[in-house]
Structure formats: C-alpha cells, structure tokens
C-alpha cells in the first residue's frame, strides 16, 4: 500500500442533492476506540455491500439489523467492524477509530461513487427536516458548537420560549414601535451572548519585560511563552487557550509595545505592527505596566473601541495598590496575587459576569442581519415580512 497516499485526508464536498449518495465522518475528530462513518442515499446499500461483506454468509440486509463484517479497500481488508442497517438507505459503519482507518473507509465509498461531506452539512440537513421552524433547527446545530455550557443553555432556551416566544408575540402585535426598540435590546444581549456561545480573544499587551509573558503562563495555567528578564524576549505573539468561568478564552501573548522600534526597519517593526493590529482584533486589551520601574508615572493609557483593563504588575516590589480605580488592578504574575480579583474585573468588563441565559438572544449571523433589519426598518409590512424571514421554515443546504 501506498502509505503516503493512504495518509492523505480526503476533502469532503460543499452541496449535495437528495439524490445523491453521500457519507460522512460522524463521530469527533481525533483517536477513539470507535469511529462511526454515516452513508446515506439511494445507493447506500449498494455502496455498504461493496466495501462490507459480513462475516455470515447468510447474513440478510434488513432495517435495524447489525452486521458483523470487514471493511475492504483495493479487495483489502483494512478493519473488522459493524455495519447497522437504520433505515432503508441509512448506513451507520462502527469501526476502529484511528481517523487514517475511518478515511480510508470513506475513500473506499468514494470509489463507488459516493460523496464525501462534512459532518457539519449532514446535522445541519438533518435538523432542517425535522424542525418546523428556522430558529430551531440553527439552535439544534448550534448547540453542538456552543463554546461552554452556559452557551448550550442560553440557546435550549431560545426554542423552549426567549427568541421563538417573542417572534410569536411579534406575529400577533401592531405596535411597530415596541417590535423595533425589544429587537434593539435583544441584539445588545445577543453581543453578549456571543462571546459566551464562541468564547473570546484577550490580548495581553504592554511595554517590554512589564510581565505579560508571565501573566498569560499564569492565566493559561500552564508554560506557553518564554520569560526572561530581557526586554523584547517575545517577538512574535504566542496563544494559549483555557477557561475563564463560562468563557472559553484564547489568550494571546504579544510583543512589547515600545515607539522606537516601532520606527525601525528590522524584525522587531514586524512584530510592532502584529502587536497593534491584535489590539483591534479582539474582545479585550489587558494592558500591562511594571509598576516598579521608575519611569511608571502613575497614568494609565487611554482607551480605544476594544475594552482595555489595565493591569499594574510587579505589586510584589511596589505595593502599588489604585483601590479606587475601576479600570486597573494590581497584580502580582509572577507570584500569582490577586488573580482572582483580576478574573472577576474580566467577566465583569466582557458583562457575562451576571449573563442571563433565559433572556431572549439571536445566536446566528443570519438571525442578527435580520433583527438588524427590523431595528432600521420603518415599514409595518417589511417588518412583518422580517419577522417571518426569521422564523421561516428551514431549507435544505
Ligand atoms: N517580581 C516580579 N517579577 C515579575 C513579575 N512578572 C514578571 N516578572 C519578571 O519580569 C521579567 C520579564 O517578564 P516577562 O513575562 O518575560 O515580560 P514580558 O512583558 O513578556 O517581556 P517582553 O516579552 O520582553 O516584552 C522576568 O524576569 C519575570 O520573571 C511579577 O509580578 N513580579
Ligand atoms: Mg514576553
């Protein structure tokens, strides 16, 4: 066998039509004790048969029946497994879950002319004939993506009364004025909501050696970015990924801001310039000071559209302590004091700190543009037609 071409993953599809036969990768990504492939389509059968033949040479292809068999490729065999007959062109295949074995089973059914998809085009299809509604078959499938629990439940919610109950009560009301400022103040709820459904990105940032490179090992939990007492020891920016209370949180680690080599011509302007462009791609700047060097003058920097916090690091040599300040606190990276204080003043400035999960949110692109829509809309009759567009009965992909 060809190992090289053997490891080649396999692109799936964009769009398939009923007719078709097609096939998926069910299970997670990644090792596991067993992987599920999904087939489905006219000619499912034909392709399970082809690459599948049951150990039983009496075996019998009947819906709900589970064959015991091996997979074949090239007249190979490649695993042993299970194939379950769900519906008459329904196919679940349970095999080893090395993912080289699973794709090799779906180059196999590729061979006889099946389509290989995605899994997200799969669910998504499958939720839409089911569902009676738009909304709740994009809460079905993005309640499988959902970045914490509290994202899973804010959306639960929005079928089981919040969104769906307010376009009800939409559908039945003239008063055009109220429609229009409750869309206005569910979109705000929904800014919120989205960084606990998609997580979010903090960029810690800062003049060099201020101590961002320990702040982020210390927030991440673990030895991401290399620290040292050298100015400029990051270079290009390093990410960790963790939890922050119900937020998922990429953290990202930057280089030290500093003006003159901002202006210079070598790998370092590089380096400036990712730095500033992170600063307006994300959710919130933490901005580190060394507040035991001399030159730390007591004033914080002024803030931009991203929120900032700042945080007064090195409290440990200063004993700094601004009590008063809303938009600082002082903090210890190297010793891990006052993290707690700094977490809270974080879920307090990205407001998931008191998130509501019942309240009424729009928790996909499609459904923001529309309640958009509906807030600039003067009309009472494209309002309406707004309001049915989000409710509408889902389409196929
Ligand atoms: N005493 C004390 N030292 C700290 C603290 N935080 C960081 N340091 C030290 O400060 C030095 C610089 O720390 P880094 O985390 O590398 O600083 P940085 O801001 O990432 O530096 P650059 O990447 O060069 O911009 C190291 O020697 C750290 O051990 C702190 O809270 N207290
Ligand atoms: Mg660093």
Redesign the pocket.
Known sequence: MDIQAAEKRITPVSGFKPEQTWACIRTGAGTAAIGTIEAEGPDALKAVQRIFPPFRQDAEWKVGQILHGQFLTDSRVLDEGLAAMETENRFALHAHGNPLILQQILKALQSTGTRIVCFEQMVRRRFQSACSNSIEAEARFEMLRAASFLGVRCIHHQITGGLIEVLRRWMNSTDIQSIRSEAETILQHSRIARRILQGVRIVIA?P????????LNRLAGQER?L????????RDWVTAFGRLGPLWVEWV?T??LDEELARSDTLEQIAQQRTRELLNRCDLILY?LDT?RPLWTGELPTAGPVPMLTVL?????SKIFPTNNRNAVA?????GTNMETLCERILQILQVDSFDPTRPAAFTDRQIQLLQKIVSADDPDRIKTLIQLLFKAPQAV
């Open positions: 800062g060099p050696n201020s101590g961002k490179s320990t702040l970015a620290v040292s007492d050298i100015p400029g020891t990051t680690d280089a030290g580190v035991s690091n090195k409290y440990d040599l903090v210890s990276a190297l010793q």
